[in-house]
């Protein structure tokens, strides 16, 4: 989790940057930092999830070089901004888990579709598994995807009448049309 | 009260009125007396009581001469009482045996007080105060001239200059024991002892080889902290309006010049202090000063009062914007990197207050960003809005 390798911007070594700046125009810049750098390190690291108490853990978020940390609070204001362009949404009321979306659902849709469309797949039922984890699509950018962020992302296909998914205990399967 | 007597109004030869007021009552003592609402002249010679108008018709008035008085007190009125009116006792000696008719025979009391209605201007007291010095009333007429009498003297050879130095010798030291025989008087002879300080601050620079440096910095110490020599106090103007316009010209004159050395921009408290420290007797209350400070912006003076969004009140230059103060801040930051409040205190050698309230200041302009962590707080250049 550690090594993941990204091209940390000119921000993540300024102080300054792990403090929410109060004044306006500078907080807007800064947070769009946050933006980019939040959704390019998880898109590195294949990760959805992120519990906001165990957030220092990540390197992202604790600079040990320079010594600071983000603190919650702004944590949570960098998360709803993300909440607001579709990047990111809690998982629960209190807002401790988050669900990252280096793209939005919608995009991911497209993306999904497009493949889908691509292969030919339309009218056959596919597992989840099979699209998050099989060989075939080992070079797509929704390999190894969390299941559960995979699934909405198909269930917002699905009201679009582009797929229906069948969840059955444990068999999770999905038919495109 | 038995030292009144009953006069001509007329003046006599060399005697000048020095002061007068209206709407004025007697008391003997402590008590009122039937002498009230008249018009009082202090003359040279003699204080004159009698009713509106009488002294031009040239009438029988009430006089007191000024041999009788020993010296006099001015009365504020006291917590308890309902009068606003300001008194002034004279204290008296006892009555000669050979005095014309008064209006009363024998008093209980040795000291009479004038009650001002209306109040009195603030000088009055010191009026009275030279014109008992003077003794004006003991020089003999010897000519016609009114007025240039006393200043004739006879001066033969050396004799003649030194006896003139030794009555001036004698006269300076007679009224600096009188002006330390308590506060009361001081206060009303502060004016006096300021004049005289700076002529002694004069003679010390003429003859500045005969005396150490040391000594000369030490006796100028001295002399400064005796304060400002006419401090504008409240007892002077009939408004507030008026005093608080006046005290603001005062505080500007006395502050904008310290001010602008450490940068331009003062706290509040710091002026209060300096303010009173220059005052030393005349002391000023806070929300006087605060009063004061709140016109400047109407007078058109270099200073104004300028409130911090944290509540902080400081004094500053016209000239100094929060523009300005900005971009000076941002430079300085630029210089060093990155600065926390206490590091640009020292560099401007103002309190950490004031650099606080700068960085925060230069923060709201966009042209620095801060850094909190467990070292505390620390303001960079705003690299968000200037890289990229």
């Known amino acids: 989790m550690a090594d993941v390798n990204i091209d940390w911007p000119w921000q993540y070594s300024f102080p300054p940057f792990f403090s929410l700046q109060p004044h306006t125009e500078t907080r807007?810049?800064?947070?769009?930092?946050?933006?980019?750098?939040?959704?390019?390190?998880?898109?590195?690291?294949?990760?959805?999830?992120?519990?906001?108490?165990?957030?220092?853990?990540l390197p992202v978020f604790n600079n040990t070089a320079i010594n600071r940390k983000l603190n919650t609070a702004a944590?949570?204001?960098?998360?709803?901004?993300?909440?607001?362009?579709?990047?990111?949404?809690?998982?629960?009321?209190?807002?401790?888990?988050?669900?990252?979306?280096?793209?939005?659902?919608?995009?991911?849709?497209?993306?999904i579709y497009t493949y889908i469309m691509n292969i030919g797949a339309t009218n056959s039922v596919l597992t989840i598994y099979e699209?998050?984890?099989?060989?075939?699509?080992?070079?797509?950018?929704?390999?190894?995807?969390d299941s559960n962020v995979f699934i909405k992302i198909l269930k917002a296909l699905e009201t679009q009448g582009k797929c229906e998914v069948m969840l059955f205990d444990d068999q999770q399967g999905v038919k495109f049309f | 009260m038995n030292?009144?007597?009953?006069?001509?109004s007329s003046l006599i030869v060399n005697e000048q009125i020095v002061a007068q007021d209206i709407n004025i009552r007697l008391y003997d003592g402590e008590q009122k007396t039937v002498f009230e609402s008249g018009e009082v002249f202090f003359t040279t010679h003699?204080?004159?009581?009698?009713?509106?108008?009488?002294?031009?018709?040239?009438?029988?008035?009430?006089?007191?001469?000024?041999y009788l008085v020993k010296y006099i007190e001015e009365e504020s009125p006291s917590t308890f009482s309902f009068s606003k009116s300001k008194k002034i006792v004279l204290h008296l000696h006892d009555p000669l045996p050979d005095r014309n008719e008064g209006p009363q025979i024998s008093s209980l009391y040795d000291y009479?007080?004038?009650?001002?209605?209306?109040?009195?201007?603030?000088?009055?007291?010191?009026?009275?105060?030279?014109?008992?010095?003077?003794?004006?009333?003991?020089?003999?007429?010897?000519?016609?001239?009114?007025?240039?009498?006393?200043?004739?003297?006879?001066?033969?050879?050396?004799?003649?200059?030194?006896?003139?130095?030794?009555?001036?010798?004698?006269?300076?030291?007679?009224?600096?024991s009188i002006a330390f025989q308590d506060l009361d008087k001081l206060m009303t002879m502060a004016k006096e002892m300021v004049r005289l300080s700076n002529n002694i601050s004069a003679k010390i620079r003429e003859k500045q080889g005969d005396i150490t440096e040391d000594e000369t910095v030490r006796f100028k110490s001295y002399l400064l902290?005796?304060?400002?020599?006419?401090?504008?106090?409240?007892?002077?103007?009939?408004?507030?309006?008026?005093?608080?316009?006046?005290?603001?010209?005062?505080?500007?004159?006395?502050?904008?010049?310290?001010?602008?050395?450490?940068?331009?921009?003062?706290?509040?408290?710091?002026?209060?202090?300096?303010?009173?420290?220059?005052?030393?007797?005349?002391?000023?209350?806070?929300?006087?000063?605060?009063?004061?400070?709140?016109?400047?912006?109407?007078?058109?003076?270099?200073?104004?009062?300028?409130?911090?969004?944290?509540?902080?009140?400081?004094?500053?230059?016209?000239?100094?914007?929060d523009e300005n103060v900005a971009t000076t801040t941002s430079e300085l930051i630029e210089d060093k990197g990155s600065l926390t409040p206490e590091e640009l205190a020292q560099l401007l050698n103002i309190s950490v207050l004031l650099s606080r309230q700068r960085l925060l200041v230069t923060e709201s302009c966009g042209k620095c960003c801060r850094d909190e962590s467990i070292e505390g707080l620390r303001f960079y250049p705003n690299l968000f809005l200037t890289r990229d």
């Open chain 1, 28 to 57: 807007s810049k800064q947070i769009a930092a946050w933006k980019t750098l939040i959704l390019e390190y998880f898109k590195a690291s294949k990760q959805s999830t992120l519990d906001i108490h165990e957030a220092t853990n």
């Open chain 1, 75 to 111: 944590l949570l204001t960098i998360l709803n901004e993300l909440q607001n362009s579709g990047n990111a949404a809690p998982t629960d009321k209190q807002k401790n888990i988050w669900e990252i979306y280096w793209h939005t659902l919608e995009e991911w849709g497209n993306i």
């Open chain 1, 131 to 145: 699209l998050t984890q099989g060989d075939d699509v080992q070079n797509e950018e929704f390999y190894g995807l």
């Open chain 2, 3 to 8: 030292r009144f007597e009953y006069t001509e």
């Open chain 2, 46 to 66: 003699r204080v004159i009581w009698c009713n509106p108008g009488e002294l031009q018709a040239e009438k029988i008035v009430l006089s007191l001469p000024l």
């Open chain 2, 112 to 176: 009479i007080k004038l009650s001002f209605r209306e109040g009195y201007r603030k000088n009055f007291a010191s009026i009275i105060q030279e014109c008992l010095r003077e003794r004006r009333w003991e020089i003999k007429v010897q000519t016609q001239s009114l007025t240039r009498v006393s200043q004739i003297k006879l001066r033969t050879g050396i004799v003649g200059i030194e006896r003139s130095i030794q009555e001036k010798q004698k006269a300076t030291d007679k009224s600096i």
């Open chain 2, 225 to 321: 902290s005796l304060g400002i020599d006419d401090p504008v106090t409240r007892d002077s103007y009939k408004s507030d309006h008026q005093y608080y316009r006046s005290l603001a010209k005062q505080i500007s004159d006395i502050i904008t010049e310290p001010l602008s050395d450490v940068g331009g921009m003062m706290a509040l408290t710091d002026v209060f202090c300096r303010v009173n420290r220059a005052r030393g007797l005349e002391l000023l209350s806070p929300e006087d000063l605060l009063n004061a400070c709140r016109v400047m912006d109407s007078l058109n003076l270099p200073l104004k009062l300028h409130h911090f969004d944290s509540g902080v009140k400081v004094l500053q230059l016209q000239t100094l914007d």
